[in-house]
């Protein structure tokens, strides 16, 4: 019965991004900008085998661009993107969050010197552990984990 | 040169081999750097560390430009770090930067294709000052290894103090106290470099509960500004002060370091005993930086 229900809902041209931790559905639409006019599936909640319960989240017209693989390999890490065309899984990544973080999260220590605007200079993140996930200011030491990785990605 | 963890201990026996041999010159004008330039960009004040720069280079016989506060430079009428960086770097042949922000020394490293050594960025590292810290230990114990210390004061926010505890981490102290109000604890990624290098550690919220332990005392100062909370820095500030009454209760041969300056935090009888290192460790400012231009520059 289950598997009909979202055998109708099947993206035709699109994105299925599956094994989402429980509970971080939501997080990730708002991470992908997915508001009005956006064809969205979100099944919340589901049975796993690998996670126990999981969410997935499938977008018709839509694909992921390399920012928005990591952004979501620091929300969700591990999850799975397939890219669809004609009903058909053309392509799946792992969202794997990566070792470096260029440019892409923002320093929350406020005398960090990435933050000074009118200087040329990027953030560098590094990865400093997997599980539980989190990285570090190679400028000034600032230590982010867990729902502070999310919270800190530059919009 | 950004962290004193960017050496290794071996770096740092043969950086003190060659700060012995520099000691020794004291009295002379060595040409050592002849025709070399350092430049000193001390964005924020600085007398100690700034003072001993200057004299270093110039008994290695190299010049010195440079400014010791922002105000009256180009960086008062709005000049980022970057393109000051790169000024210095047109007309120096190595910089000294001493900034309030975190990670500036790095940065400029980065902008600079001359060598740059971090005289104090934000409440980060202060490497010169550790390896300063770590010769007097050796100096005045023989070894650094084996030795249990005290690490007093501002913990969280003092750059001087972290940089120290990263330096005895390349070595294998015995144990280290530290020693702060809650609110002051080490910052965690200097615990976490504790922890990957096996040395012991303990955190306390007293000099009482070690004094009577430790080799060597490291006071920094607790500043009242850091607390939310006046009548909380009254009502602590005392554990952090360090008195005749605690000498009496220390091992003989102990002895007190300072990064200096130091306002309160010692009793002033404190100065005139034997247990009083700073001093001495502060002489050492000049042959150890001479040491490190040297090698840096000079090839040595």
Not at chain 2, 95 to 120: Q, Y
């Amino acid at each position: 019965m289950v598997s009909e229900l979202m055998e109708v809902r099947r993206v035709r041209d699109g994105v299925v991004i599956d094994h989402l931790p429980a509970g971080t559905a939501l997080e990730v639409l708002k991470l992908l900008k997915l508001g009005e006019g956006a064809r969205v599936v979100v099944l919340m909640n589901v049975e796993s085998s690998k996670l126990g319960r999981k969410d997935v989240v499938k977008v018709e017209g839509r694909r992921l661009s390399n920012d928005e693989l990591v952004a979501l390999s620091l929300l969700a890490p591990g999850a799975t993107v397939n890219t669809v065309e004609e009903y058909r899984v053309v392509s799946k990544v792992r969202a794997t969050p990566p070792e470096e973080v260029r440019g892409f999260l923002r320093c929350p220590n406020l005398t960090c010197i990435t933050n000074q605007e009118r200087e040329p200079i990027k953030t560098v993140f590094r990865r400093r552990s997997e599980r539980p996930l989190s990285y570090y200011c190679t400028y000034c030491g600032t230590v982010l984990s867990g729902p502070e990785i999310v919270r800190n990605i530059r919009a | 040169m950004i962290s004193i963890l960017d050496f290794s201990r071996e770096d740092l026996e043969y950086l003190f081999e060659r700060a012995d041999y520099y000691s020794t010159q004291l009295g002379r004008k060595l040409r050592v750097l002849e025709g070399r330039v350092v430049a000193l960009a001390f964005f924020e004040p600085s007398t100690r560390t700034r003072f001993s720069f200057e004299v270093a280079a110039k008994r290695l016989g190299a010049d010195v430009v440079g400014f010791g506060a922002a105000e009256g430079t180009s960086v008062e009428k709005g000049e980022n770090l970057a393109d000051t960086v790169k000024m210095l770097e047109a007309y120096a042949d190595l910089i000294v930067i001493r900034h309030r922000l975190e990670g500036a020394a790095k940065f400029a490293a980065e902008v600079s294709e001359d060598p740059v050594v971090n005289g104090g960025d934000g409440r980060q590292h202060h490497p010169t000052q550790a390896m300063i810290d770590l010769y007097t230990v050796r100096k005045l114990f023989g070894d650094v290894d084996g030795l249990k210390y005290a690490v007093v004061g501002d913990l969280k926010y003092g750059r001087a103090a972290a940089s120290f505890i990263y330096g005895l981490s390349l070595y294998r102290p015995a144990e280290v106290y530290l020693v702060s109000p809650p609110e002051l604890r080490a910052r965690p990624e200097v615990l976490e470099v504790l922890r990957e290098r096996g040395v012991r550690y303990r955190e306390v919220s007293s000099l009482d509960e070690a004094i009577e332990e430790v080799d060597v005392v490291y006071m920094t100062r607790v500043q009242k500004e850091r607390f939310r909370d006046p009548s909380e820095y009254e009502r602590v500030k005392g554990s952090y002060r360090l008195t005749l009454e605690h000498l009496a209760r220390a091992k003989r041969g102990m002895k007190v370091l300072h990064p200096l300056p130091k306002v309160d935090e010692i009793e002033l009888a404190v100065d005139r005993t034997e247990y009083a290192a700073y001093y001495y460790q502060a002489s050492l400012g000049v042959p150890l930086r001479m040491a490190l231009l040297a090698l840096i520059l000079g090839g040595e």
